[in-house]
Each structure stands twice: as C-alpha cells, then as structure tokens.
C-alpha cells in the first residue's frame, strides 16, 4: 500500500478485459497446479534432527560414554572371556567348599576379611 501511495495515479493503469473476469479452469489443472505447490514446499523443507534431550551436566561426556559402550574390541573381548573363567572358577570353588571345610588360617583370614578384599585370598 505504501508504495501505491508513492507511485503518481497516471502510471497505475489495469487491463479492462481482465477485470470482472472469472477464471475458468477444469479440476484436473487445479490438482496439477496444487500437486506442484505442494511438491515445491516438500522439497524446501529439511528434516528436522532429532533433538538429544538431557538434563545437568557433562552432556558430552554421557555422549560419549555411550558410543564407547557399542565400541567391542579385542581388550573388552578378553575382559569377557577373563570373568567368564572367574566366575566358573568361582561356581567351582564353591561346590568344593560346600563339601570340605578347613580351618587353616589362609581361609579364616578371607572369611573375616571384607568382601571387596576376599577375591585377592583366591
């Protein structure tokens, strides 16, 4: 509007066959027409990342942390494998402890000791 009001009236000029004209146009050009709008705005649009979400600190760190945990190499695979052997060592250890009891001073030592001590008395 600001600009009609500067523009001088004479050079404002409308065609007169235009006006009160109506358009005439079949459904089948319409959905065309729509389809392509529609086709154009998809394609500007980008897809949205999906936001991480978290709460307090170190959020890069927990990131991190996380990626690592899927990472196996071969010194987790043998971390595996080593607890595997020291709980079936364990299982074992039990089994034969359930049927003999001895009263040395090594075994009073471990059953008095803490527990977080007791695997250094195997």
Known sequence: RA???KLDHNMITLNPEEIGGVEVSD???RQERLQDIQAAANAKLKPKKEKKKKRGRSKIQT???RK???VIDSQTVKLREAREK???ANQ???AQ???EQDASADNE???NAPAALRRFFQ
Do not use: I, S
């Open 68 to 70: 690592q945990q899927n």
């Open 63 to 65: 990131q991190l942390r």
């Open 109 to 111: 030592e471990a059953a």
């Open 97 to 99: 402890k359930d049927g």
């Open 92 to 94: 074992a250890g039990a």
């Open 27 to 29: 459904p089948m050009r």
């Open 86 to 88: 020291e709980k079936e």
């Open 3 to 5: 600009l009609l009001d």
